[in-house]
């Protein structure tokens, strides 16, 4: 299926990508902020994915955790534009050495590549004077920790909207 939709609002724009078109929910996000990618999508997106980052210049990576669907891109991106992966510390060793896949996750999103990613700061400032700050969410993944401002929430359901990325207000620390 490829693009499902492209969301826009204020300074955040993103991309919800998908591989089947059923009453199951296999779509994933990817937002941008400025030069700022928070998670990358599953890799078997990639082209959907790799459209949205030359829309603009990328510097940065921000994953909110290590599943598939929401890192399998950054290695790519990484590489295809020099853009910096940066992930929360409990995150780094899985998606450095790798971790276990169950057969349908291969099938509905891919197996990321493994990579290396730096630990996430408590606060990132991005370009047009935003700042994103980590707020730890663990539930739907024990090694997440999204980047979380104060004025925008996506419209989305389900457990991952918990730790979906938030713009921060300009210059607010």
């Known amino acids: 299926m490829g693009l499902l939709s492209r969301i826009s609002h204020d300074a955040v724009s993103g991309i919800r990508v998908g591989r089947f078109g059923s009453r199951i929910n296999t779509s994933c996000y990817v937002y941008r902020i400025g030069d700022t990618f928070i998670d990358t999508g599953p890799p078997n997106q990639w082209k959907e994915v790799r459209q949205f980052a030359a829309e603009c210049s990328l510097n940065r990576v921000l994953l909110t955790h290590h599943h598939e669907d929401h890192s399998g891109n950054a290695l790519r991106l990484a590489r295809k534009f020099g853009a910096t992966i940066l992930a929360p510390e409990k995150t780094i060793p899985l998606l450095r050495n790798g971790f276990k896949l169950r057969p349908y996750q291969k099938i ?6 493994l990579l290396q990613a730096k630990s ?11 700042h994103l700050k980590t707020c730890p ?3 739907h ?4 920790s999204p980047q979380k401002g104060r004025r925008w929430r ?4 389900g457990p991952d909207a918990s730790m979906l990325a938030r713009s921060a207000i300009p210059g607010d620390r």
């Open 108 to 113: 509905v999103w891919g197996k990321p590549k």
């Open 120 to 130: 996430v700061p408590d606060c990132i400032e991005i370009e047009g004077g935003f």
């Open 137 to 139: 969410t663990p539930g």
């Open 141 to 144: 993944a024990t090694t997440r």
């Open 154 to 157: 996506p419209g989305s359901t």
